[in-house]
């Protein structure tokens, strides 16, 4: 990324009233971060849903571009990675949602390249029956070989990224502060060995506090950037939960850890088994399994001859002939239509036996 492009961001990133969905809305419009700086404000207030009130974040433009030639220095030298939201090399998964990061900073080896990436959240407290099932768990899934996230807080977090490191498997840190520091700071050690196979990420600035937050802010990064969230433990109340409610709002897989009806921390994953939110997960092989990670045998299903599709249906058939198994979101997001479109026209197509459904909310061409 060029440096001028990159401090035009910068300096969009932390205008006041301009998050990352109108950022980008910005973008789009001016064709630049550098053109948005350089609009004039009566063109920018003809923008949709662009008022008096975010435009008054730029009134003073030179004291936000300074502010990012400090950070950009900060960054230069302590060798930190940033990436666009329109680089190729930003996570697939997290590009496709909505409020996801006009800009995030890593450090490490990450290769967000591979498909499988699963995040695992739950309470600080972990008992003693999450610390056994989810030793056994990551035990069982290193054969896939996923990248795993996590957010490096006490309980279910740490004990995720010291299995994943101790099990050679990548893992992945989203802070909910800037590359300054780490917290806790007890966890120098695992942030340390991490960054040899994943590394450390997050979208906030150099001087950031951990404040509570920035904590359910990251969360959209946890769940965005995965294709399935696994809650472990938790009590009727906490942040894994807002975690798995925002993996559900980007159509994502969720699961939980069932426990007893009586237990504190299982409360929080019982309720969301029971009201559906999400799936059942007793082991690795059942995520999987529903993940298609594993091929099921499917019964051969006998394509029609002859069958007529229209425009938008061709469009869709023949996207996934060329392209293979692909989720609702990729679908809509690469041609171009709306998901609640494109989750009529599969269905119409499935009934026309042309395509069908997978596990892991896929679905191929036959």
């Given amino acids: 990324m060029k440096t001028q492009n990159l401090i035009y961001l910068l300096a969009l990133q932390q205008t006041t009233g301009i998050g990352d969905v109108f950022a980008k809305k910005l973008i789009k419009h001016c064709g630049s971060a550098e053109a948005v700086f350089k609009e004039k404000t009566d063109n920018l207030l003809k923008i949709d849903g662009i008022g008096l009130k975010k435009i008054k974040g730029f009134s003073n433009k030179k004291l936000l571009l300074d502010k990012a030639e400090i950070e950009l220095k900060f960054i230069e030298k302590k060798k930190i990675?940033?990436?666009?939201?329109?680089?190729?090399?930003?996570?697939?998964?997290?590009?496709?949602?909505?409020?996801?990061?006009?800009?995030?900073?890593?450090?490490?080896k990450i290769e967000f390249k591979q498909q499988r990436i699963i995040s695992i959240v739950g309470t600080r407290n972990i008992t003693n029956y999450g610390k056994s099932f989810l030793v056994k768990f990551i035990a069982e899934i290193k054969k896939y070989n996923p990248l795993i996230v996590s957010g490096l807080a006490y309980g279910v977090d740490i004990l995720t990224h010291q299995l994943a490191i101790e099990n050679n498997l990548q893992t992945v840190a989203v802070l909910a502060h800037g590359l300054d520091r780490v917290y806790p700071s007890r966890h120098q050690t695992e942030a340390l060995k991490m960054q040899e196979n994943g590394g450390l990420l997050t979208d906030f600035w150099s001087g950031t506090k951990p404040e509570r937050a920035n904590f359910v802010k990251r969360n959209r990064i946890v769940a965005g950037i995965s294709q399935a969230t696994i809650v472990i433990e938790s009590a009727s109340k906490g942040g894994s939960l807002i975690t798995a409610d925002i993996a559900n709002s980007y159509n994502r897989d969720v699961f939980a850890l069932p426990g007893r009806v009586t237990d504190l921390y299982s409360k929080g994953c019982n309720n969301l088994i029971k009201t559906n939110k999400a799936s059942l997960l007793q082991s690795a092989k059942d995520l999987a399994?529903?993940?298609?990670w594993e091929e099921a045998k499917m019964k051969p299903i006998q394509k029609q001859l002859?069958?007529?599709?229209?425009?938008?249906?061709n469009i869709i058939y023949n996207y996934l002939l060329k392209e293979g198994k692909q989720s609702l979101d990729l679908i809509a997001l690469h041609n171009n239509l709306p998901i609640f479109k494109v989750s009529s026209l599969l269905l119409t197509l499935e009934l026309k036996g042309v395509v069908r459904p997978l596990h892991g909310k896929l679905f191929e061409a036959i």
């Fill in 289 to 292: 399994y529903l993940l298609n």
């Fill in 81 to 108: 990675q940033v990436l666009s939201f329109m680089d190729n090399d930003y996570p697939e998964r997290l590009k496709h949602s909505i409020d996801s990061p006009i800009l995030i900073f890593q450090k490490g």
């Fill in 306 to 313: 002859f069958v007529e599709l229209n425009a938008n249906e």
